[in-house]
């Protein structure tokens, strides 16, 4: 199994309007968690996502693959799991994993591409986690 080369967690706590008719996570707000973590994640190493695209830089999602395990409801507290698994010259490979009380909830993985404001592939800034380089 492939080690993650940075982790983070957050909490996020279920909003009613994140529901359907029956107080569960309708499941399209799941990738608006994942979207949350990836930003939180550049955040505690530092990398503003605005800064990013002020400098030119999008991250877009290029793939999305996700599996249910069970409901999350409202005002539920979840736990939710970032990991970068792959940076490569454009793009980043993320793993998530929200849960609930240890209970899984949600997996989930993600290729972000960086392109610019036209579209095309841009390479991605170096990023430092725990003091070693990455994507130079």
Do not use: W
Request: hydrophobic share 35%; proline share 2%; net charge neutral.
């Amino acid at each position: 199994m492939t080690q993650p080369i940075h982790q983070h967690h957050l909490q996020i706590r279920v909003t009613y309007k994140e529901t359907d008719g029956q107080r569960r996570v309708h499941h399209a707000n799941y990738v608006n968690y994942f979207e949350r973590g990836r930003v939180e994640m550049l955040r505690s190493i530092g990398i503003r996502y605005r800064d990013l695209e002020d400098q030119g830089r999008m991250l877009v999602v290029a793939e999305m693959n996700i599996q249910y395990h069970s409901a999350a409801q409202f005002d539920d507290l979840l736990d939710l799991e970032t990991s970068l698994m792959e940076l490569r010259k454009v793009r980043l490979r993320h793993n998530y994993r929200i849960s609930r009380d240890g209970e899984l909830v949600v997996t989930a993985s993600s290729v972000i591409a960086c392109v610019d404001p036209e579209g095309n592939l841009k390479r991605l800034p170096a990023f430092d986690f725990e003091g070693s380089s990455f994507g130079s």
